[in-house]
DNA sequence: TCAAAAGTGTTATCCTTACACCCATGT
DNA sequence: ACATGGGTGTAAGGATAACACTTTTGA
């Protein structure tokens, strides 16, 4: 019996429904009980290498067959290797394997298809709140993860550092990208559900109940997902900055406050309106179309297209490097 | 026999040395023909799943064994499976095995370290000696690339605006970090000489003599190796912009006139002088150090660190999100 | 004394941020 | 009329990009 390797594909899928950002998710048929698992998962399964050419053309194939839905953009986001971390072994041929998988990233307008059953749009608030500054700082930081983040590191500066600018304790300030680190700090911290269910696996015991806290400090998700789904968040709040990403989620035509929105509901923070109007106008990525949109509750609105044709122009923005005339 | 699925570690070391940008390459020792390759590649090496925890550590040990180099900064690339762009079958038990592999980046300050046989450091303007704009916008791009291509594209609206872009033809303007989409440009036009062999590869024909022009286009590398150097090259030419990695790759101490160099010799475009340094020094990553550089050939330079202690103060920058105060 | 490289000062311009305000619709 | 959201004007402050210039060394 040798020890291989498989590979997993898992799939991010991003939508924005009612100014709430939501991912595609399921309850995974688990093989060894014959139920519905009773933690959520992301679209996932193997990659055949016989079956297909690369790995993108793979997942649009199995996340049709098994959520019913068709992807448009596609990303690769990473490829988690790690031992432990409740990467549970396929079984493959004669033997025990380590399942590797590649995760991806998808954006979606569309967020109301028929989907298969048991696949459902989450809102990512379940999986991580306090990620949703929109209305401000969450009360959840100071008064849930604030203590016993402080517990956990004990006078260790280094772990006070990190838990200080992850979380933005103590007047530090919040970057909304880093949603990977809080997510691993969290873990780590043996706040997160998973790290003591990945321990106990890792010891053959049975995992525990999780703390009153860790309730609180959202769902987890089957194997290493969450961790997957924060790289997901983090990459895509990442990206709003520098490629006309929001668009690829929002339907063909919207109005500028819709946009404002989403982008909101995508990166967790309340935007400057006027400002905001500015910015994307000044991009030339939007062309207003002359119709109104009246169903704003207030004066109608301008209704817009995204210029995709405007991709052509892009320069790279990002921090400078001085160049040099000519 | 089945077919199953090894993975592969394939590692871009970075340093600079004398104000060239250089890679770590070698000469793989083929065992069909027992031969060292007549290519250059990349170290690489198959990933144990039985011996390693995780992808980097992984990474290290079979980095430090193939060329006696111990790796500093590390971060992930990119995962590579397309079928047919020459990743060789391997042979595993029974069967005959897909190579995917897992492309890491790594920076080095010191590219002077003893080496292995067969290991060298090579200027990637030798993979891409298009990529290299310091002293102004390269004779090749107009001469070589540009005819090539237009041929290539024989009036294509799209594909001509996809060579127009990637190359800054037509006055157009260049952008350094898209490195990847140019080799796969060329890739795509058949000016690679890696298209032409797998291509060969593929029908089972053997790989044609590489056309004149082809041979100008910068050396070829085994597999998909200047591919994942493509990759590497880009990513770290964008994250320049947004992290302070320059300083994973200079010594202790250094003037700012080195700083300078060599984020020239990485992004491949002059900069501002007075300016670089007054964006250096404003985002105080930087720490003089009172000391003077005698060996510059003019006035005696001030020496710096890098502050790593300021990593802390850290801004996302980047296109903005007009935030709300407070 | 001159070449070469280090380093400073200053300015026009653009972008960001913030504030104040007007406009069009439904109830 | 007034609440609600859409949309515009403008000005302060800061960053960028360009210019011109002084300083310190070695040959």
Redesign the interface.
Known sequence: M??????GLSAVIIAVRDGEAVVLTLRPHDALTDRLSPLPGLPFGP?A??G????ELALRDFVSAQTGFELGYVE?L??F????RDAPRAE??AGA??V?S?GYLALTPSATESLARDTVWSSWSRFFPWEDWRKGRPDLIDEGIRPALLTWASGDPTRL?RAR?AFALDGA?W?E?RVLERYELLYEAGLAPESARDAARAEGRDPPEPAALSAALGEPMISDHRRILATGLGRLR?K???RPVAFEVMPAEFTLSALQRT?EAI?G????KQ??RR?VERTDLVQGLGRMDADTGGRPAELFRYRREAL?AR??????????RD
Request: hydrophobic share 40%; net charge positive.
């Open positions: 040798t020890l291989s390797v498989v590979i990659f290498p016989e297909h050419r690369t790995f690769q990473y490829t290797g790690d031992k432990g493959v041929g394997a380590r590797v590649v550092a600018l300030s970057n990208e990442g709003l900055k520098y982008v990166a923070i309340p935007l400057h400002n905001f910015v052509t320069p790279a923005s990002g921090l400078s490097l001085p160049g040099i």
